[in-house]
């Protein structure tokens, strides 16, 4: 088995809870494709945190939540406004691009996050016939550099982006995350600040699989039944993945264990903070620790506790915490740093 290591929150297992909630649903047969029972329970829990008003589409995973979201929001000559770090942009082997064809208008960020400034420039050639049409902000919360939009943040882009026509798409594979940062609820950093669609992540978080796209935009909410189809993401035994959200949800879980990996992350940058030759390079706000380090640390490091580098020409890496990362687990990561740091030394 070896050490748990810390590239990614993806690595962890899965919580007791929501193994149980999967054991359960296996008795007995159930109508296919979402019309069980376990799915309406599933989806009248999120009804319950998000409103009454919510459509719950459940998927495989999140390159599909996100590219089921986007055909429903944009035409192939529109365009989707994200950070150059997003998940679409980068992680996602351009499958939103190919299946929406839709071109993702990516913006440098220094730090993830959007702003009404950053994308200003880029909202231009309206009803140019010769120009992609941007109809689609993305939003990722929180972000891939473990950095947060505050609601205030949130509120002022989702109106700066209706004011001018466009729909908002949030991101929300570390939804969970963020709003265990921020001491709010999940409703409060999507739907309650103007996002129109929301992809809910969860398998980060403790979920052996599944996603869910909520769309909030009554006007959306028609096409995505035979999109989700047409894109392969409906899953014919759904009860299996919508019960693990029933649990999920169950006296906020979600917040329980997200609290957990966020308070490792912010001892595990304590820690390694106070190595001189270590640089932290983000706000340490969700679960994620970005760092410099010297380049001839990796390769041991991670022979012992694997990671991602991030950026190689920087030596920048990345180390992500879960629900399951344990004070020992951190303690024992940065004594082998400072082991290396002495031998290199």
């Given amino acids: 088995m070896g050490n748990r290591g810390f590239a990614s929150d993806n690595n962890a297992g899965v919580l007791p809870e929501v193994m149980q909630a999967i054991a359960d ?6 109508i296919a494709y979402g019309g069980d029972e376990y799915t309406r329970e599933a989806e009248a829990a999120l009804r319950r945190v998000f409103g009454e008003a919510t ?12 590219v089921v979201a986007l055909q429903a929001m944009a035409r192939s000559y529109e365009g989707v406004v994200c950070a150059a770090t997003a998940h679409i942009n980068v992680d996602e ?6 299946l929406s064809g839709c071109k993702l208008i990516d913006v440098p960020t220094p730090d993830g996050k959007l702003s009404p400034e950053l994308i200003a420039p880029v909202l231009h050639g309206f009803g140019f016939e010769h120009h992609v049409q ?11 550099m473990g950095t947060l939009y505050s609601i205030e943040e949130l509120r002022a882009l989702c109106a700066y982006a209706h004011e001018r026509g466009l729909l908002v798409h949030m991101d929300g594979a570390r939804l969970s995350n963020a709003a265990a940062a921020l001491n709010c609820s999940l409703a409060d950093i999507s739907v309650k600040v103007g996002v129109d669609v929301l992809s809910l992540g969860a398998t980060k978080n403790g979920l052996m699989f599944g996603e869910a796209v909520l769309v909030f935009n009554p006007e959306l909410q028609g096409p995505l039944k035979y999109i989700r189809k047409q894109s392969t993401q409906l899953f014919s035994k759904m009860r299996f993945l919508s019960a693990q959200y029933t649990a999920f949800l169950k006296n906020e879980l979600w917040r329980k264990s997200a609290r957990h990996a ?4 912010q001892l595990l940058a304590r820690e390694v903070g106070a190595i001189k030759e270590v640089q932290l390079t983000q706000k340490v706000e969700s679960n994620a620790v970005f760092a410099l380090i010297p380049k001839e640390w990796i390769a041991p490091l991670q022979a012992a506790y694997f990671f991602y580098v991030w950026d190689e020409n920087r030596s920048e890496v990345r180390w992500m915490t879960s629900f399951d ?6 303690h024992e990561f940065v004594a082998q740093m400072r082991r290396i740091a002495e031998l290199k030394g």
């Fill in 25 to 30: 649903a296996n008795s007995g047969h159930a």
């Fill in 55 to 66: 459509q719950c589409y459940f998927v495989f995973n999140g390159t599909g939540a996100n």
């Fill in 93 to 98: 082997c351009g499958a939103p691009e190919k």
């Fill in 134 to 144: 941007p109809r689609v902000l993305s939003l990722t919360q929180a972000s891939e």
């Fill in 262 to 265: 966020n308070q490792m992350a």
């Fill in 325 to 330: 990362t344990t004070e020992a687990d951190i």
